[in-house]
Nanobody
């Protein structure tokens, strides 16, 4: 079955940077969008940033605009999240998600219910 494996999380000081990786195995997901969500304790899962299948359409949430950027490695069934100028409020478990119903679309879905596959999550902790 499809597996999404995230890596790259850790503990950093405010203002630091991290690069998260998500690699899909089990089947090719290169025709579909892949995105990042995050969830902090007691809060709902929220969209962070993502890319359509080709990397031609990328989108970041207002809360991380100018700091986080998603990039798509279509050939490698992967998506990355470059995180700069991290703030304590960025602390959360970050999840990779992939679609399987809208191939070759330029749409980047921002609702968790629109995604078909999820990774196990990687913890990001930012201290002040």
């Amino acid at each position: 079955q499809v597996q999404l494996v995230e890596s790259g999380g850790g503990e950093v000081q405010a203002g630091g940077s991290l690069r998260l990786s998500c690699v899909a195995t089990g089947r090719a997901l290169n025709p579909y969008g892949m995105t990042w969500f995050r969830q902090a304790p007691g809060k709902e899962r929220e969209f962070v940033a993502g890319s359509n299948w080709s990397g031609g359409s990328v989108l970041s949430a207002d809360s991380v605009q100018g700091r986080f950027t998603a990039s798509r490695d279509n050939a490698g069934n992967a998506v990355y999240l470059e995180m700069k100028n991290l703030k304590p409020e960025d602390s959360a478990v970050y999840y990779c998600a992939a679609e399987a119903t809208r191939p070759y679309s330029d749409h980047v879905a921002q609702t968790a219910a629109e995604y078909d596959f999820w990774g196990q999550g990687t913890q990001v902790s930012v201290s002040s």
